[in-house]
């Protein structure tokens, strides 16, 4: 089962142009993640941020987290070309305070860059 | 390059086989997941290994089994293959820390079709 739902189903814009994405989960986690995957191959790891964080920044990425929401939203600045992909988010759930690290995805988010 | 590898990358099968896909883990890492990705959905988690013992198992029938080795590379071995099992198969390597989680990373994947 998907935990996390990811919106929009796909995003299209114009290099130079800002793309936000967002994900909403149901169950208590330890952290939310982010990956991007391209043409069906591996996931690569963009940020993690953990459920005491409520942002965190890595390059052109903004990650915030709303954990009495359950939601948490990706936004890339200035997106270029080579940004186009699908991004996924993944929580990892609480389970008696630990975490064993078993990443439940959402559906994904296509985003294409137009140059 | 995450500096975890899959092999193969293509198989092509017949349904009622069996088959086993290998994952390297990265060095240091001591835990290996396996997730299955159906085409245009988020991955799915199969189970995972810690110090060579099942730490954790998703919604998956029992034909789906697994190992993991002291080096902690793992192999994933499904019997009776299914048309449904045709997918993209991912290992992951983290390393595990208890409280808080840890990032994964992703091999590029095995691409199973089952005919």
């Known amino acids: 089962s998907q935990q996390g739902e990811e919106d929009p189903q796909a995003l299209s814009i114009q290099e130079g142009e800002n793309a936000t994405m967002n994900c909403s989960y149901k169950?208590?986690?330890?952290?939310l993640q982010w990956y991007r995957q391209n043409s069906g191959r591996g996931l690569v790891h963009l940020i993690l941020i953990r459920s005491n964080e409520r942002e965190k920044h890595s390059g052109r990425l903004r990650v915030t987290l709303d954990t009495s929401k359950k939601s948490s939203s990706l936004l890339i600045t200035a997106s270029r070309a080579a940004d186009t992909a699908s991004y996924f988010c993944a929580t990892d759930a609480r389970a008696g305070g630990t975490s064993y690290g078993k990443l439940t995805f959402g559906q994904g988010t296509i985003l294409t860059v137009h140059p | 390059e995450t500096g975890v590898t899959q092999s193969p990358t293509h198989l092509i099968k017949t349904r009622g086989q069996q088959v086993t896909l290998r994952c390297s883990s990265q060095?240091?890492?001591?835990?290996v997941s396996w997730y299955q990705q159906a085409l245009g959905q988020g991955p799915q988690f199969i189970f995972q290994?810690?110090?060579?013992?099942?730490?954790g198992r998703g919604n998956f029938p029992p034909r789906f089994s697994g190992l993991q080795f002291p080096n902690y590379s793992s192999e994933l071995n499904v019997n009776a293959l299914e048309l449904d099992d045709s997918a993209l198969y991912l290992c992951?390597?983290?390393?595990?820390?208890?409280?808080?989680?840890?990032?994964?990373?992703f091999g590029q994947g095995t691409r199973l079709t089952v005919v």
């Open positions: 169950t208590s986690i330890n952290n």
């Open positions: 290994y810690y110090r060579e013992e099942e730490n």
């Open positions: 060095s240091g890492h001591n835990t």
């Open positions: 992951a390597s983290s390393l595990h820390r208890g409280l808080g989680g840890t990032e994964a990373f």
